[in-house]
């Protein structure tokens, strides 16, 4: 069975700094993989997704991920984060089957400091 | 557009009642799904309706869960006998066609809590 696994439960940022949160995967075949955002209070946000080609994805709010299949890896990247990306963050692959249901890793809560 | 719909946003029942979910999915999507947010477990896929096609069951924790479609738009995910253990964050999504290169778009989720 396929599995998600996001290593880090809580990450700290200063603001400005820059950010990466892991994701690594359990699946058979070709992967497709999300990265959602979720605010508090708030719905799940897509922010990028990966299905083939170019394995270096951009997203909105300024993240970008790139997959390594070599690693099953699936990483959240971003240069500069603002104090706005305080959020909790989950990586997700969808089966290649009917039904697209997704699979979540157990999300990283990024925190920004001043 | 106007994105998915839940309601209610919060709910608190007490153990044993049976509660009423509902997921307005975003117009035109023919796909809608189900998910469960709670501590213990993270996120979980429940039920997965695709157009007319019978719904795919196979993440609902219990014969106590039970979901329904109505006329391929608005979605109830019932819940019998509620338990303590079923206290989460219920999220719906919808998709154009379900098929795995789709985005799902998630509503904002009722978080049920069962004293």
């Known amino acids: 069975a396929q599995s998600v696994t996001q290593p880090d439960i809580h990450i700290t940022v200063s603001e400005g700094a820059s950010l990466e949160l892991r994701c690594n995967y359990s699946?058979?075949?070709?992967?497709?993989l999300f990265w959602y955002v979720q605010s508090p209070g708030q719905g799940l946000q897509l922010l990028l997704k990966?299905?083939?080609?170019?394995?270096l994805v951009q997203g909105i709010k300024g993240f970008e991920a790139e997959f390594k299949r070599s690693q099953s890896s699936f990483n959240l990247r971003k240069p500069s984060v603002h104090w706005s990306d305080a959020a909790e963050y989950f990586c997700?692959?969808?089966?290649?089957?009917?039904?697209?249901?997704?699979?979540f890793g157990g999300g990283t809560r990024l925190m920004v400091k001043p | 557009g106007a994105g998915v719909s839940q309601s209610p946003s919060n709910k608190v029942t007490e153990k044993g009642k049976d509660v009423e979910l509902r997921c307005d999915p975003i117009?035109?999507?023919?796909?809608l799904y189900w998910y469960r947010q709670s501590l213990g477990q993270g996120l979980e896929f429940l039920i997965y309706?695709?157009?007319?096609?019978?719904?795919?069951k196979s993440g609902l924790p219990s014969d106590r869960f039970s979901a329904e479609r109505t006329g391929g738009s608005v979605s109830t995910l019932t819940i019998q006998r509620t338990q303590q253990e079923d206290s989460a964050v219920y999220l719906c999504?919808?998709?154009?066609?379900?098929?795995?290169?789709?985005?799902?778009?998630f509503g904002p989720g009722t978080r049920l809590t069962v004293l």
């Open positions: 990966y299905f083939s080609g170019d394995t």
């Open positions: 309706f695709q157009g007319n096609s019978a719904p795919d």
């Open positions: 117009s035109g999507h023919t796909a």
């Open positions: 999504a919808s998709s154009y066609s379900g098929t795995n290169t789709d985005t799902q778009y």
């Open positions: 997700a692959v969808a089966i290649n089957n009917a039904g697209n249901m997704l699979t």
């Open positions: 699946y058979g075949a070709t992967p497709y």
